[in-house]
């Protein structure tokens, strides 16, 4: 039986604006997107049967089908039943190396990875577009894991428009391994604290879109200005997080201290990272801040930005 094997990259976000509510219940958003080398590997075996299995080396992540992964592979069982008949059912085997619930798209990866390698397995030659559009229905950041690079999203995140690569960057990243935060929570947490502001006009909504196009971390991204970059660093949800749960904030504060060129919470958190020039600044503020906070409940991990998404191991 063939075999996959495919990576899937975690996503930091540099940027996470939230601009208003949309008619489809999301919140309209404008981010900027990045792949980190810190990934998952995804092996996806033919089993010859009409079914799907997923198994993972991690205890926290589900085996059935909540798992994103088993979804994708469900949404493309159904999309093209020929191939699946053809070529039969999958097992998915995933081994953990991103953070579970920790804001860096670990799930959205997986899915996208599925996708993917189901294009592959059952040689249905789908265009990336064509994957994106599949991801879209499954969640909002598939579409970017499967692409990758660095980008700006905008819509619910879906709406991808490419950026200058920025891979000669590294970042330090550390998350409480007892401390979790739901997405839901926080977006609908930060609506009850700051609708008032939500644009709600069309006209309004596609200025502020136009705006963040050609905003001050776009243009610094282009510019390859990393310390503009690390200055420009903005999520939304830290307004919501970071009083809830002060320890991140502290973490923010200790890389802060080390010199970085930033430092953010990444998405809905509890995720920290901080932006560094060299993978060897990266290694040792992350030893330092290790010795600092003295947590075992602390994990730290290093990683270089990268171009791309979803690829074969």
Not at 126 to 141: F, H, V
Not at 228 to 241: C, F, Q, R, S, T
């Amino acid at each position: 039986m063939q075999t996959y094997s495919l990576v899937a990259p975690a996503k930091i976000n540099l940027y996470l604006e939230i601009i208003g509510d949309r008619p489809d219940g999301f919140h309209e958003l404008a981010m900027v997107l990045q792949s980190i080398s810190l990934g998952d590997r995804i092996t996806l075996n033919a089993i010859g049967i009409d079914t799907v299995n997923v198994r993972c080396n991690h205890p926290e992540v589900p085996q059935d089908n909540t798992n994103l992964a088993y979804r994708a592979a469900a949404l493309m069982a159904e999309q093209f039943p020929d191939a699946m008949a053809k070529y039969g059912g999958v097992a998915i085997t995933i081994d953990k190396q991103i953070p579970v619930a920790a804001g860096l798209a670990g799930g959205s990866s997986n899915a996208a990875a599925v996708l993917v390698g189901l294009d592959l397995l059952w040689k249905l030659g789908l265009t990336k577009e064509e994957l994106q559009d599949l991801g879209a229905q499954i969640g909002s950041d598939v579409p970017f894991c499967i692409r990758g690079g660095t980008m700006l999203a905008t819509g619910r995140g879906e709406v991808l428009s490419p950026l200058k690569n920025l891979d000669h960057f590294h970042v330090v990243l550390a998350k409480y391994n007892n401390l979790s935060i739901s997405t839901a929570w926080a977006y609908k947490t930060y609506r009850q604290q700051f609708s008032q502001n939500y644009v709600s006009q069309p006209q309004d909504l596609q200025s502020r879109r136009e705006r963040v196009h050609s905003g001050p971390i776009v243009s610094a991204i282009m510019h390859d200005e990393g310390e503009k970059i690390g200055k420009l660093l903005h999520n939304d949800l830290e307004k919501v997080a970071l009083p809830e749960y002060p320890q991140i904030l502290q973490l923010r504060e200790a890389f802060a201290s080390q010199g970085v060129l930033g430092t953010m919470m990444s998405g809905s958190g509890p995720t920290v990272f901080a932006l560094t020039e060299s993978q060897e600044q990266a290694t040792a503020v992350a030893t330092a801040v290790k010795q600092q906070m003295a947590d075992p409940n602390l994990g730290f991990w290093t990683a270089q930005l990268i171009s791309d998404g979803i690829r074969l191991a």
